[in-house]
């Protein structure tokens, strides 16, 4: 199997390959925010550079450019060169982490997961607290086989603010008469908050420990709400684990397959402008556009509105990368910038996939006090269906 | 006398004018400025981001005074290596002066500060349906300032001509420190010397260019796009001859060789063409007149017998095969570690013979490892020949400047071309000026350069005002 944590010495010809034009700069969500050519995913390739020759050192200076990156891949998508930026500045992280010159807020998050398998820390009992907001606690039979498993994350599973992703697609699941479950206390954290730390080592055995316990309860189909868990699922776990026994499907593939098969319908006219944000590991990452969009399209007085930036052109809104955790300024002033974005299309409803996007975009709506709403394809779709949650 | 050195006392005073914060010595920038994307490595003392004109003025008073050589640089996309700091000294990162100052419709004008990027600026216009037409591939980074000093032109060149075309006024900082305006806020004006066309191209060794006033023009109404797909480059520009002596003046009249096409198809996602040579016909303007404009192409170009032929008007598709063009260059990075292209341009009538050479050269070097992909604005007669090789095995290295001096002193001077059509002379095309021009214009040319700078502070070392360290000589 293919190492999950790379030497950074492994990306000496990428970095080689790349021959400056600076079409990365061009879209870079977080370039801007720091101005100097270092801050630029090109800059940030020529500082791998610098330190596999020897002019620079490692240092406080570096980690801060390497973490200052939200991974959004835009520069991996534009990069007409072909070199792997994200996976190199990945590998940077994890060289700064060898050498100890990460951000404190990264071992904060190692400890969470490592001592709690979540991103948040807190007891796995917790990881369940969002079935009561289904307000239907025998719908959802923890550990039960079944041949669809739901994978909910950390994010949608223990943060009050998106626990209702949650509990929407288990109502939407239950409502499509599916046989399905969850792993309950037995899921851990995927990893993928550690693979974008730096912290890629540890993976391994999470990734073991859910493919197992996946594994046990016949689980055929993985469902995830999360765009996060998603990629780590089909790019990631694959890596480590070569045949994972089970197929992966983000909750709006399947709800496109459940449309076409005439099982999704919905039953109430919503009469709203909406606008559509992929998520930079849903999309850009795993190429997954169009089913959201579908379902959108399907939902009887949706007026789908597109950003001016969409698909593969989308620019990050700051929840990725773990940029909310090591810069939450400039999280918040990215998810601002998508906000002005959905206001000039006149967006009365932003959607997105990702309990992430869903929490940071939702703060920068508090922040400005603004009458947009943010949903995640769930919500809407449970809403549509005149389900409780919404 | 020695130029002078960024000492403290210096470091202080620049932080008195621009603050701290724009003020960077960090081993970490130094090393990322000290790069464009040519193969050579300068690094600066000091990298300095201004945010007016007022902070170039005193910055420039300040290193001429202690003569400490300046070199300014937009968003460092150049292939010429105009904005590396060959003497050391202050690199002036002026990308922070990024603000669209006024779009002025009615008089069909913008100003903008120099840090302004090409695409962006297109962006706030499209809305209104107008746009800067010069087009360098490089588009999506590099900045009004730098398209100002390279005189950048592109893809629509043989339209709309290159940025010289739109420049009305700039505001430029003498290296001595003096804020001048050239040139004029009306569309025509002669009242003086022509300072604009002068301070156009001159890869920022007469001033520092702050702020640009520029002509915009309506955008077309429609577009329709041909791929001629050629099994030899000869072919194609004898193509590309006919419809240029039809009189036919496309949007755009481009080339990719065989290898360039294969590696930014790849990129852009353009399947279902057979691997050949392409020409791009691009023709913009009402649905009616493109639709005859672009026929005649295709009958023209069928003459020379291409191997295939389509067309469209499908937006999506277009800019997919105009993304494929434009990044061309970089593209070409994915065959080997190191990727530097040139800029020659050509007369017309002797594309095809210089073609034709240009793709011998490889094998004239006889060096495995090194090649060669050519590419280019065939309609205005410039080709962007560009060598891949692997810069750190020194005999690929020395093969390519050997490819330099077949290029420029066997095919180009010779048949009557220039050594740069839009990037400059920079360092890479240094050692080539006087076989162009002549000594005594090139001694002009310095003459002049110290009228403006008698202390030989701007970007100094290479560019038209030399004196040039790269020669091999």
């Known amino acids: ?390 | 006398m020695a130029y002078g050195r960024v000492g403290e006392g210096i470091l202080k005073e620049l932080e008195g004018i621009v603050g701290s914060e724009g003020v960077s010595i960090r081993p970490e920038e130094l090393y990322c400025y000290s790069r464009d994307s040519t193969l050579f490595a300068f690094k600066p003392d000091v990298v300095v981001r201004p945010k007016s004109t007022e902070q170039v003025a005193a910055i420039l008073r300040l290193a001429n005074r202690d003569r400490v050589p300046v070199t300014p640089r937009g968003a460092g996309t150049s292939a010429a290596g105009s904005p590396l700091p060959v003497m050391g000294g202050i690199l002036l990162d002026m990308s922070a002066m990024n603000l669209i100052l006024s779009v002025d419709l009615e008089n069909q004008t913008v100003a903008v500060e120099a840090g302004v990027v090409c695409d962006t600026l297109n962006e706030e216009l499209k809305p209104y349906d107008f746009f800067f037409p010069p087009d360098p591939a490089s588009s999506p980074a590099c900045t009004i300032g730098g398209m100002v000093n390279t005189n950048a032109a592109g893809n629509r060149t043989i339209k709309y001509g290159p940025t010289r075309n739109y420049v009305l006024w700039l505001e430029v900082v003498l290296p001595t420190g003096e804020i001048v305006q050239t040139g004029s806020k009306t569309l025509k004006s002669v009242s003086d010397y022509d300072l604009t066309r002068l301070m156009v191209g001159s890869e920022g060794s007469l001033g520092v260019v702050t702020k640009v006033g520029l002509k915009i023009v309506p955008l077309p109404e429609s577009y329709a796009t041909a791929s001629l797909v050629y099994d030899s480059v000869g072919a194609l520009a004898r193509a590309a001859a006919r419809i240029r002596l039809a009189g036919i003046v496309p949007e755009m009249l481009e080339f990719m060789d065989r290898k360039t096409t294969k590696v930014a198809f790849e990129y852009a996602g353009v399947k279902g063409l057979p691997e050949g040579n392409l020409l791009l016909v691009d023709c913009g303007g009402s649905k009616e007149a493109v639709s005859v404009m672009l026929k005649k192409c295709v009958d023209l170009g069928e003459q020379e017998k291409p191997m295939h032929m389509e067309q469209t008007t499908d937006t999506a598709y277009r800019e997919k095969l105009i993304m494929a063009r434009k990044a061309a260059l970089p593209a070409l990075a994915r065959l080997r570690p190191s990727t530097v292209l040139e800029d020659c341009t050509l007369p017309l009538s002797k594309l095809p013979e210089a073609a034709a050479k240009v793709e011998e050269i490889p094998r004239r070097l006889n060096v495995e490892g090194l090649d060669l992909g050519n590419f280019g604005h065939i309609g205005d007669g410039n080709m962007h020949p560009t060598f891949t090789f692997d810069e750190r095995i020194e005999e690929q290295r020395a093969a390519f400047f050997w490819g330099l001096d077949i290029l420029y002193k066997e095919i180009v001077l010779p048949l009557g071309g220039s050594l740069t059509g839009e990037h400059g002379i920079g360092l890479i095309r240094a050692p080539y000026i006087e076989l162009e021009h002549g000594s005594t214009a090139v001694e002009l040319m310095r003459n002049l350069k110290r009228l403006f700078d008698p202390n030989l502070i701007l970007n100094p070392g290479k560019g038209k005002g030399g004196p040039y360290p790269l020669r091999r000589e």
């Open chain 1, 1 to 390: 199997m293919a190492v999950i944590n790379s030497s950074l010495t492994d990306f000496r010809e990428e970095v080689q390959r790349c021959m400056r034009c600076g079409y990365c700069r061009a879209l870079c969500p977080t370039w801007d925010f720091v101005g100097w050519e270092s801050g630029s995913p090109r800059g940030r390739m020529q500082m791998i550079k610098a330190l596999l020759d020897g002019e620079a050192q490692t240092n406080e200076y570096v980690a801060d450019r390497m973490y200052k990156c939200a991974l959004c891949g835009y520069c991996l998508w534009r990069c007409p060169s072909g070199v792997k930026t994200t996976d190199a500045i990945k590998a940077a992280r994890d060289h700064l982490v060898r050498r100890g010159y990460h951000l404190r807020i990264i071992d904060e998050i190692d400890g969470r997961i490592g001592d709690n398998h979540n991103l948040y820390g807190l007891s796995k009992e917790d990881r369940t607290q969002w079935i009561a907001l289904t307000g239907l606690d025998d719908l959802v039979k923890t550990g039960k086989g079944a041949e669809i498993l739901f994978f909910p994350g950390c994010v949608a599973s223990f943060s009050s603010r998106a626990m209702d992703v949650a509990a929407a697609t288990s109502q939407i699941l239950d409502a499509l008469g599916v046989n399905w479950t969850i792993l309950g206390d037995e899921e851990w954290c995927c990893g993928n908050p550690l693979l974008l730390s730096g912290k890629s080592g540890s993976v391994k055995g999470m990734a073991e420990h859910n493919v197992n316990a996946i594994r046990r309860l016949g689980g055929k189909i993985v469902v995830t709400s999360c765009a996060g868990c998603y990629r780590t699922f089909t790019q990631d776990y694959p890596r480590i684990i070569a045949n994972l026994g089970f197929q992966v499907y983000h909750v709006s593939q399947l709800l496109e397959k459940m449309l076409d098969q005439g099982k999704l319908k919905f039953s109430k006219d919503l009469d709203v402008t909406v606008t559509y944000h992929d998520p930079c590991e849903l999309g850009r990452h795993t190429g997954v556009y169009e089913p959201p969009r579908r379902i959108l399209q399907e939902i009887s007085g949706i007026k789908l509105v597109e950003l001016p930036n969409n698909r593969f052109l989308t620019r990050c809104c700051g929840g990725g990368g773990i940029l909310k955790a090591t810069n939450p300024e400039i999280a918040l002033k990215l998810a601002q910038r998508k906000l002005e974005e959905a206001q000039r299309v006149k967006a009365e409803i932003i959607v997105s996939s990702c309990p992430s996007c869903k929490l940071n975009l939702s703060d920068a709506i508090t922040a400005s006090e603004d009458p947009t709403q943010m949903l995640d394809i769930t919500e809407i779709v449970a809403w549509a269906m005149n389900l409780k949650v919404i």
